[in-house]
DNA sequence: ACTAAAATAGCAACATAGTTGCAAAAATCA
DNA sequence: TGATTTTTGCAACTATGTTGCTATTTTAGT
């Protein structure tokens, strides 16, 4: 069985709606896409999906009116692919506040929130003021792990 | 007088043989891009400065090759813009070894290496096997900081 | 220093990624 | 429902990255 159940077209109606967001078809797939599946989407790749059904250009803007909003947050990546994933509650209009590290396998090239695993603090040294700290672990995922096993 | 001297040819071919590259002019005027400077570099930016005297192909290569030698980094970003910045001494042919944190400056948008700043262990849930971890943090870099007191 | 072999550079052509302006279509709100 | 606002799709464009091929440069051996 799948691990996560599809969302109902109502929840992300309501997600929408609480941002003060239009709801608008391709609004409501392409957060349907994050919510179908635990880990991060390039833009690459929810074109390869939904591309046939949506402009290009609205996937881009889509993509940037969440992250304006705070629904999604960009996760930097040494291939030029950006990979974005759902926020937890505390994002909101304009801002975001993120604790967690970012997963990427290098198996299965997926990427992941790992929520549980929160940022240490980093010492800077002198005349450097740090305002966000991103941390990129590369690796092999709990489920390539698995998969290894047997 | 600007902080750093420029690099005399003679290091820059130095360097280039000891990792047993053919020396050429765009190998060497490339590489002390990187040492007249002390940030990292995007392909972008070293377009603009000697993408009028090399093919934008041969800056490409000339990156690429770089990294499988080890005399360079990749350092990923948010903005699609993979930077690149000078190795340490303990990279080498196919394998990097970085333990150093990457900086980029709001204000200027500068990257810098601080290698003086060691990336912490962390500490990952079960089923994760992190084999490389990248620190990137935001914020405001020592010049940034002086020019704003002033 | 000269030459043959190997490596690299430049070119062209292509593929992918991202942006902007504008008119048509859809969503919102009264 | 209808007027207003927002969003979409299209077209055109810029930027970014890749590949194959040939000419040029570099290297290494004499």
Known sequence: MP???AATEKKVTEL??????SVTASRKRILQLFLDQPGA???GAIEKKVGSVFDRVT?????????D???IHTIPSADNAI?????KDECGDGHHRHEHIHFVCQQCHHTYCLDEVVTPVIRLPKGYSPQQVEILVQGK???????ARR
């Open 69 to 71: 909003r705070g629904l």
């Open 41 to 43: 989407l390039s833009h």
């Open 141 to 147: 995922c709990k489920q390539c792990t698995v998969s």
């Open 59 to 67: 996937i881009y803007r889509t993509l940037q009116t969440f992250v």
């Open 83 to 87: 990979r974005y994933a759902l926020c």
């Open 3 to 5: 691990p996560v159940a």
């Open 16 to 21: 929408l709606k609480r941002q003060s967001l």
